[in-house]
């Protein structure tokens, strides 16, 4: 056996499966096996990989236990003169594999080699070539030296910036998202040190490599990482298990002073992303609602004196009814916002003109409705609302500078183009179709016919969906640069049933296919089964005094309430396990419209359908109709 590919999985089915087939492709005429270790998944994972790769040997842990420690269990079985320690959203070539063996087979110094790694829209990533984070070196890190000179030879030293990126070198560390290493350094050195939960372990294993007297070599031969995918980058968790893992790695290999420092740099580092991830957490948990609050507090005060001062001086208005309209429209506005989406991290300002224009006609509406001694000015009123929104847009522009808020890009209609033969071009179109996506596919094109690809370079078009397989990646990733700025990337191999991308290095990627995708995953209909909750539990809250005589156990139903309320559990849940469904709370009810316990004697399979078809066509109405058809199970206790 040439070569073992080993991957850790979480949580990342569909990175995966494109993943995969860039290996099966990369070891044509390679003898080589495949070792998925799935480290406790809690998506369906499991089922939906093993039976599309039965080539590929799957182990799994009944528990997360790190990405070090799944590697040791899958490098005890791997029979393979060379290790190959992979990400699984990595996309890889025939020519990196061929190129890393044979430096190995050639190379008796080299202990280990890793390789040019690119997002998924073709920009260099920095860790590809790493030096040792040693106290000065990640002082430099920590206090954006380096950032500041990227090139500089002193403080660039933790990227090694000043190494030209298109040359191979040695280097320090190698980044375990691919790297190659051979079976004979392994025995000498052990594998990856499980003290290192997540991050850092590669950063040991090279010092380790080096300390038994080989060298680390980069090469300049490309594979595609989409970053972020196996571990969600830029979190407090994210920056504590960093830092806590560079920390072990310095108490492991230095010693005195050195320690006392990195360990001083590391609390400061924390503290400074605790401060700021407390305040998101508490923007976007309270400080959101109540900064809607005093901004319509305050749009009705100036109003007031505006009103007071040159459009109606003679009139003296009731400071109490104009409070008291000031809080239903900001009561009022809460809930739109929340419906709007305005109370997530994630901020578009189109979502700011959508509640306005719900907002505006509903508060006059209700107005409108008042008794004639309630009234006071519907001019008032109306600008009222409009100076709100005004406000509200300054707000979360101010937010998205300082880094509370994110942008988020407004998904607009693609016009797209396939790279890849005529049968991806249909194949991709099902695929869209199928997730009801807004993307218009303009045509396919191939990447290898000069001619094909210069004449669509003059087309416009924000999407190209790169089908590799029939036509090797290699291909694709000598035209990364070659398309227009600003274009999405993304891949799909030639008879996957998944397409996946991401726009850059520290966000989010996007990925679907015609089995996992389901209404309940979107944030939208998230939040709508949120706000039904909400409403289904007020309605009943208002009602309880009549409904104690009503329902059965009227206590329970006081007390199933204001769970529903607090978000601990939901009216409609699942009847089934849910394991590979979008994460909900328990329900009251389930699927069946009954509780959990009456279930029981029910086929597992005929629930889990129940479920899955839930999750799948989900809407506020089925959760309505359902509350209603179990409304004698309401005060029922949940198991």
């Not at 397409?499 to 996007?510: F, M, T, Y």
Request: net charge positive; charged share 20%; proline share 5%.
């Amino acid at each position: 056996m040439l070569i073992s590919i080993v991957i850790v999985n979480y949580n990342v089915p569909l990175f995966l499966e494109q993943c995969l087939h860039s290996v099966k492709y990369a070891l044509e005429g390679t003898q080589g096996e495949v070792i998925v270790v799935d480290n406790a998944s809690a998506d369906n994972s499991m089922r939906y990989l093993p039976p599309r790769f039965p080539w590929v040997r799957f182990i799994r842990n009944k528990e997360n236990e790190g990405f070090g420690k799944a590697n040791n269990r899958a490098l005890a079985e791997a029979k393979g003169k060379y290790i190959l320690f992979l990400n699984p959203d990595t996309l890889v070539t025939k020519e990196a594999f061929d190129t890393c063996i044979g430096f190995l087979e050639t190379h008796a110094d080299a202990g280990a080699v890793g390789v040019r790694m690119l997002d998924g829209n073709g920009r260099f990533l920095r860790e590809s070539k790493r030096s040792f984070p040693d106290p000065v070196t990640s002082f430099y890190k920590l206090t954006g030296l380096s950032a500041l000179f990227p090139r500089s030879k002193r403080f660039a030293r933790y990227h090694l910036g000043f190494l030209p990126e298109n040359e191979p070198a040695e280097v320090d560390v190698l980044a375990g998202a691919f790297m190659m290493v051979k079976r004979t350094v392994l025995e000498k050195t052990g594998g990856f040190d499980p003290a290192f939960f997540m991050y850092g372990e590669d950063i040991d294993l090279s010092f380790r490599i080096q300390k038994a007297g080989y060298k680390n070599f980069y090469l300049p031969v490309r594979i595609i990482h989409f970053k972020g995918e196996s571990t969600r980058k830029g979190s407090l968790n994210y920056v504590r298990m960093f830092y806590q893992a560079m920390r072990v790695f310095v108490e492991k290999h230095y010693s005195g002073q050195q320690v006392r420092l990195f360990r001083a740099a590391i609390k400061l580092a924390i503290s400074g992303r605790a401060a700021l991830s407390a305040l998101r957490r508490f923007m976007l948990k309270a400080g959101l609602p109540i900064l809607d609050i005093l901004c319509m507090f305050a749009s009705f005060g100036i109003l007031l004196l505006v009103w007071q001062t040159y459009m109606k001086p003679g009139v003296a208005y009731q400071h109490q009814l104009v409070a008291a309209a000031a809080l239903g429209s900001a009561l009022v506005a809460m809930l739109i916002h929340y419906w709007g989406g305005l109370y997530y991290r994630s901020f578009r300002p189109v979502n700011i003109l959508l509640c306005a224009l719900i907002q505006l006609p509903l508060v006059l509406s209700v107005y409108a409705l008042l008794p004639e001694e309630w009234r006071f000015s519907r001019g008032m009123l109306a600008s009222a609302q409009l100076l709100f929104y005004m406000f509200t847009w300054m707000n979360r522009k101010a937010l998205v500078g300082l880094d509370v808020l994110e942008a988020e890009k407004e998904k607009l209609p693609y016009e797209a183009l396939v790279a890849g033969t005529k049968p991806e071009l249909e194949r991709v179109g099902a695929l869209i179709a199928a997730n009801g996506k807004n993307t218009q596919l303009l045509g396919s094109f191939s990447p290898e016919t000069e001619a094909d690809f210069q004449l669509y370079a003059t087309i416009p078009y924000g999407e190209v969906i790169c089908c590799f397989g029939e036509i090797p990646l290699e291909s694709f990733l000598q035209k990364l640069e070659n398309f227009p700025k600003g274009v999405r990337i993304l891949y799909s191999a030639s008879g996957s049933e998944s397409i996946v991308g991401s726009e850059s290095a520290n966000e989010a990627g996007e990925a679907y296919s015609t089995e996992l995708s389901t209404r309940l995953a979107t944030p939208r209909e998230r939040r709508n089964k949120r706000l039904t909750d909400v409403l289904i539990s007020s309605y009943l809250l208002l009602s309880w005094p009549l409904l104690a005589f009503i329902i059965p156990r009227p206590l329970g139903l006081l007390r199933n309430i204001f769970r529903v309320l607090s978000g601990a559990r939901t009216w409609i849940g699942y009847a089934g396990s849910g394991k590979e469904l979008p994460c909900i709370p328990p329900g009251i009810l389930t699927t069946t419209s009954r509780p959990s316990a009456h279930n029981k004697a029910m086929n597992s399979g005929i629930l889990e359908a129940l479920d899955k078809h839930y999750s799948l066509e989900y809407s506020f109405n089925r959760d309505i109709a359902l509350t209603r058809k179990g409304f004698y199970h309401l005060g029922a206790k949940n198991q």
